[in-house]
C-alpha cells in the first residue's frame, strides 16, 4: 500500500529546517550547507550529482532510503525555486537542471497555475493549485504501489502533518543550532497525531530518527 | 569567574522542555520521567534520592556537572511548586521535603513577595519580585566565585537566554517526543546570542549538548 513518506529531511538542534534567506545563491538558506553534511558525503548523494565514491554506513542507508521507493513527491513551492508570487514566464525550471533527481512525477504547490514541464530522465512538474488535499490524491494515483513523498520545505511538511495525512517522517537532526529559519516542531502535536519513535541511530554528522503510525 | 549555567535541562527531540500538565502526582509534568529519564539510573541521581549504586558514565558525568560547582541557584516559580496566584499560607516549602538538593542560597522567581525559608542541608528560598536581572544580582553576590546555576523551567532559562545572561547551555536531549508543552527554542537565536555547540555527546539515553560563548 501506498505510504505518504518524509524523507531525509534535515533539522537543526534548535528545530529549524532550512536556512533563512533563501536566495538563487543561497538555495538552502544561508548555512543550508552545515544542515545537510550527513549527507553529502555518502555515496547516494555523490551518484546523484555525479562524483565518484562516496561513504556508505548508516547516513548512506538513510540517504538511499530517503530517494527511494517513491512513485510521486510533493514540493512547496519554495523548494521549486525563489520565485515568489506570479510566475514571470517559464525560464525557470527547478534547481536541478535538465535531470532532477526526482524520475517521476512531481507535484508542486503554489497559488499561481502553470503548465507542466516534463523533464529529462522521467520528471514532469505539475503545478497544483486547488491545495494539499488534492496534490496528495493526484500524486497517489501517479505513484501506483510506490510511496509518495512530501519533499519538504518546513511548511510543506508541517501543512501534511497537521492534516493527519503523513504516515511516516526521517528527520535527520544535525550538530548545528540555526538561531532562525523555518521552526518544525511549534504547534504539531506529533503524539496526538499518531506517531511514535520507531528508530534513532547516531552518526558523527547526524542522530536520524524516524517516527511513525 | 562566576560563569552563569544551565546544566542537566532536559529537552525532547521536538524541543519541550517539560511535560505538560503540571501538578502535585505530575511535578514534571505529564511524562515527565521518560523526559528525563538519562539522569534517573545515573550514580549522581541516586545520591540524591540517596538510593545506592547508579550508571557510572557520560550520562553520570553531565548529571554530576549540572549539580556541581554552584553557589546559587535561581528557580522559576513553577519548579518550585504548583501554586500559582498568591501564597495561601507558609506551608508549601518545595517538591522536594526538609533537606532539598540545593545545598545553597536559592532565588525563586515570583511576582508574589514571601519570607526566605532555610531548610535543611544549606538550602534557603529567597522569593525575588524585582525581576530576572535582580535575582540575578542577588544569586551573584551570593556564590561568591561558584557558578550560578538557572535551574528552570523553560519560560525562566528563555528569559535569561534572551537578556544575554547566560554563559553556558548544557541540553540532554531525549529520545522522545511530547508534542505539547513549554517550546524551548522558538524565538531564540542562539547564534546571535553569541552561542557556539561545544560539546556533543550520544548516549542510549540522550543527546548532551553543550552551547557556550
Not at 131 to 145: P, R, S, V
Not at 147 to 161: A, E, F, H, M, N
Not at 192 to 201: D, M, S, V
Amino acid at each position: 500500500m501506498t505510504k505518504v513518506r518524509v524523507g531525509g529531511f534535515s533539522l537543526s538542534i534548535d528545530g529549524f529546517g532550512a536556512g533563512p534567506e533563501q536566495s538563487l545563491t543561497d538555495p538552502l538558506g544561508k548555512r543550508g550547507e552545515e544542515l545537510h553534511q550527513w549527507i553529502l558525503g555518502t555515496k547516494t548523494f555523490h551518484e546523484i550529482i555525479g562524483k565518484p565514491d562516496g561513504a556508505t554506513g548508516p547516513d548512506d542507508d538513510y540517504a538511499a532510503r530517503s530517494m527511494s521507493g517513491f512513485g510521486a513527491f510533493i514540493l512547496g513551492r519554495n523548494m521549486f525555486g525563489p520565485i515568489r508570487g506570479e510566475w514571470p514566464d517559464d525560464v525557470w525550471k527547478g534547481w536541478w537542471g535538465n535531470n532532477p533527481p526526482y524520475h517521476a512525477p512531481t507535484f508542486v504547490l503554489t497559488h499561481h497555475s502553470r503548465d507542466p514541464i516534463v523533464m529529462e530522465g522521467g520528471t514532469t512538474f505539475f503545478f497544483i493549485t486547488e491545495g494539499i488535499e488534492t496534490a496528495l490524491e493526484q500524486a497517489k494515483a501517479a505513484a501506483g504501489n510506490d510511496d509518495v513523498k512530501i519533499g519538504g520545505g518546513v511548511s510543506t511538511v508541517r501543512q501534511y502533518l497537521q492534516a493527519g495525512l503523513i504516515d511516516e517522517l526521517h528527520l535527520a537532526i544535525s550538530p548545528i543550532v540555526l538561531g532562525i529559519g523555518e521552526a518544525m516542531f511549534t504547534g504539531i502535536d506529533l503524539p496526538r497525531l499518531g506517531f511514535n519513535l520507531t528508530e534513532r541511530i547516531v552518526t558523527e554528522h547526524a542522530t536520524h530518527i524516524v517516527l511513525a503510525r
